[in-house]
């Protein structure tokens, strides 16, 4: 699940954004706290550190394949969903009360130390 890149986590070029905190807990139940630079989504954060958050369509909500689950205690500070994406997480796999596409959440200051749980699977929507 994790291919690593600790490398990849420090190579951040820009000096002016706040580097913050995120965990993702793989579908064994593992915590991994990483790097999560402001600005960068969910799914671009899950990429930097290779984790298996595909997100085939590439931040358009067309796949569903960046689903993940927020820990309750966060999903309330995270913005609230649009009817698209709310639209979209209705056909992913594995849906719960607090799931989210990782492609709409933008890392903020207000995010640092968020915890998102990766599925186990997921649907792929527009195949691939
Ligand atoms: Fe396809 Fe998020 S990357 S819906």
Known sequence: MLK??????????FNNISMLKMTFIDPQGKSHEVDAPEGLSVLE????????LEGACEGCMACSTCHVIADPQWFDKLPVA???EEDMLDLAFDVHETSRLGCQITMTKDLDGLVVTLP?????LIGG
């Open 82 to 84: 649009s009817e698209e």
């Open 4 to 13: 690593a890149s600790a490398d990849a986590a420090k190579a951040f070029p």
């Open 45 to 52: 954060v899950a990429h930097r550190n290779g984790f298996d």
């Open 120 to 124: 186990a699977q997921h649907y792929n």
